[in-house]
């Protein structure tokens, strides 16, 4: 990864992760990746959209040109781990610990998670496809090894 995303752990890197993060859930939702609705989701204004996306393109996280804006491969892993971890998260706390999901705890855990732990994780917990919303979780590779 980019210097394990930038600098592991640090703001810098979390707000990074999360433009990321946003992109790949519109990607996966198959929504046009509109910089308001980036702005939107992050509550951030516009202005601040484009100059991270100027940003991210540099880093090559991203293709981003006025037409458009897609992940790179880099920005495509960076994405669909933080979503990995993101719905681990939700299902450890939906069927293994029985408390209400708490998605500002989800958000303030999962840029702190890595390889090790989140496969630690899916495997306690058996692998799951799905989180409790619904959605699918990003495959890892300690999924492949229980095929």
């Not at 991270?52 to 495509?76: D, P, Q, T």
Request: include cysteine; glycine fraction near 4%; aromatic fraction near 4%.
């Amino acid at each position: 990864m980019s210097e394990e995303i930038l600098f592991v752990g640090t703001a810098e890197a979390e707000h990074v992760e999360m433009y990321l993060k946003a992109i790949w859930h519109m990607k996966e939702r198959n929504e046009p990746v509109k910089i308001s609705t980036i702005a939107k989701m992050l509550n951030v204004r516009q202005p601040s959209v484009v100059q991270m996306l100027k940003k991210l393109n540099g880093l090559n996280l991203v293709h981003y040109s006025k037409a458009e804006v897609k992940l790179s491969e880099e920005g495509e892993k960076v994405g669909s781990s933080m979503m990995r971890n993101s719905r681990l998260l939700e299902v450890l706390m939906d069927s293994a610990l029985k408390v209400e999901i708490d998605e500002e705890m989800v958000c303030g855990i999962e840029h702190h998670m890595n390889k090790q732990f989140t496969d630690a994780l899916c495997t306690m917990l058996k692998h799951p496809r799905k989180c409790p919303h619904g959605n699918d979780i990003p495959i890892g590779e300690c999924c492949n090894k229980q095929s």
